[in-house]
């Protein structure tokens, strides 16, 4: 078994033609596709809070510049 690097996807070793060991559904599509989700879910939420800030900072600069929002 290996996994890729950064979310520690599970990788079949040998090509399935010449893999002796039965494809497992769960382990090599489902959970993979779940930690995707839960990556994606977490870079969402990360870039919703920049998006907060970002308001802020506008804001802000409204606020400094004079304008009235």
């Given at each position: 078994?290996?996994?890729?690097?950064?979310?520690?996807?599970?990788?079949?070793e040998?090509p399935?033609?010449?893999?002796?060991?039965?494809f497992d559904?769960?382990k090599?599509l489902?959970?993979?596709?779940?930690?995707?989700?839960e990556?994606v879910?977490?870079?969402?939420?990360?870039?919703?809070?920049?998006?907060e800030?970002?308001?802020?900072i506008?804001?802000?600069l409204d606020i400094i510049?004079?304008e009235?929002?």
């Amino acid at each position: 078994m290996s996994e890729t690097k950064n979310l520690k996807l599970f990788k079949h070793e040998e090509p399935l033609e010449t893999n002796n060991n039965k494809f497992d559904i769960d382990k090599a599509l489902n959970q993979n596709w779940d930690k995707v989700d839960e990556y994606v879910e977490k870079v969402n939420t990360e870039i919703s809070n920049i998006q907060e800030k970002i308001g802020d900072i506008d804001t802000i600069l409204d606020i400094i510049n004079g304008e009235v929002i």
